[in-house]
């Protein structure tokens, strides 16, 4: 199946023409019953049921298909997987169930969110968005001033031996370089770290199968020093760094530690998708690259377009990087330290063999690493094919030094024929793959607007069963990312797949020019993948999702008495019910005030001009759900407290006037009256 270079770039070319394969277009189903049941009539429904659905013009298909996605009033069990999904530009993580696809939960992030208070009074939220924005890699934003956006990509949620744990998750923000974690006990941000030398990222974030390291890599490379920008792009081979970031995790909080962490220093290409190797390739991960040819742009200085310079090759450039070897690197102090992080620098990486290179088709954008850790999927985008490659071939051309040329950057390059273990031809525009259990991929085509569904070889499948397209679903359309349930790791769980489509056209009602995000959900049981429902997302664009099983999740109900969010201990400020109490201090106002059904205690706050005011806010509830609010009009102070939560806000009472403070969330028939003054006195 190994396929020579030089077939590789003929077979591109006839490829380019358009070829495709398959061409199973998923049959939708239309009101007037063409979904192949002949209209409800055939579904065998009787009485009640039959009339709504010949009301409605249900045809048959459809009956069937809101039957295997619908979740009744009062039965939220039968949604059986979590959605965590990025929220593009939004800067935040949504949450759904699956099948419904029902949206649970938006998590702030890297963007405040006032229902939850994020980011609004000095609390946990604004806490951790600031440390966000002046944390080790922070030069920029210190001199720019708070970040209130963020980019989010790629959800990572934490394993254990390769298999989902339910502890926590990361996302990295592609437009800054940072990386926020969530942790799953209460589904809300605790850290936000800027990461050193990187302006921007795209590969990552995944976890090593154990959770010892959160992966984030450049996307653009890095301005290795930001006086000479001046020349940036005319000495761009060596004033510019790409770097793969290993962020170590703390064992018992899920929190990044940044002395812990370290760095591999990569030629200046532009780094792309990445993932970790498993099993049979812990220790390593992969991550692509496109621009190997380091193009820069400047059309308007006589230049061509980034587009056309970086899509010159027919080959990038795969980076391989043993993570093992790095630690042992670092630990004989091989490593520099640049800005608060040890780095192994280039030239050290490629002498101790903790990165090579391996060639791959033009401009490819996701890698992806199968459930048994042997194969390596990657994505063409502008090769109709997907390239399949063996970790075993990998590892022993990297044993045998059999390298096609070093660098100019003196990194080795596998021989492209050493390593490649199968190619398959799926489609125009092949960007990400996810898997099932039973040795199946799933490729998702942005330009045909499908999914390709193909088979991995031994010992999946053996002989011409190996490495073949077996299915391809239209979807509605121009997919980026899919998912498949816990598609990533050691043990997928077949069942749905979700396509992520970026335009939806006519798939909804015109609501104004800019048109939501349409997430398919898909059935895999069948012999043909089917799609079962549209859902629009109309809060920025996703881009990659992990779905999890729903039983994983131990998720908190009420936080034990007195409970700070950003520790998750006891807050030494935490109060019980009676024991509120105000101090007035010089020029400070300190309160410790209880929060309850339905009232703040105390609920006059006496203040003068220029006061520092600290509040201890403690939510005294033990009942599920009963969250209290407490804004502070005119002041843009907002914080939630959920049962049982304590959270202190800090401000400078600069406004003199009366400010009815109250509670934000209807908690009880006399939510109207849970309010108090707070008055500045001149
Ligand atoms: S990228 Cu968005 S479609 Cu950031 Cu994962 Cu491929
Ligand atoms: Cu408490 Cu409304």
Redesign the pocket.
Known sequence: MAISRRELIQGAAVGGAGLVVGGVVGKVALGDGDGGGGGAGGSGLSGQAQKVATDRKLSADDVTRAVKTFVPPGQPGLDTHFLFSSGGHSGQILVMGVPSLKLLKVIGVFTPEPWQGYGYGADAGDIVLRQGTTSAGGAVSKERGMLTWGDTHHPALSETKGEYDGRWLYIQDRANGRIAMVDLRDFKTKQIIDVPNLESSHGGCFVTPNSEYVHISTKTPTLTDRSKAASALTNFKDLMRGYSTFMAINQGTGRMELDRSFQVELPPYTQDLADSGKLVSDGWVFINSYNSEMAVGGNAEGGVPIEVGASKNDFDMMHVINWKKAEEVIKAGKSRTINGIKVIPLDVAAAEGVLHLIPEPKSPHGVDVAPNGNYLCVGGKLDPHVTIYGFDKIKAAIDAKNYEKIDDFGVPVLKYDAVVAGRIEVGLGPLHTQYDEKGYGYISLFLDSAVAKFSLGEPYFKGDQAFKLVDKLKVNYNIGHLVTMEGDTVKPDGKYLVALNKWSIDRFPVVGTLKPQNFQLVDLTGEKMEILSDTPIGIGEPHYVQAIKAERIKAWEVYPPGTNPLTMEKDPNAIEDGKDRLEKRGNTLEAWMTVK??QFKPDTLRANKGDKVILHLTNVEKTPDAT??FAIPRYNINVSLDPGECVTVEFTADAEGSFAMY?T????AL?LE?QGWFLVIA
């Not at 969330?665 to 009880?668: A, D, G, H, I, V």
Request: proline share 0%; aromatic share 10%; glycine share 10%.
């Open positions: 059904r339905s209290h609010g509670c969330e209807f908690c009880s939510h849970m």
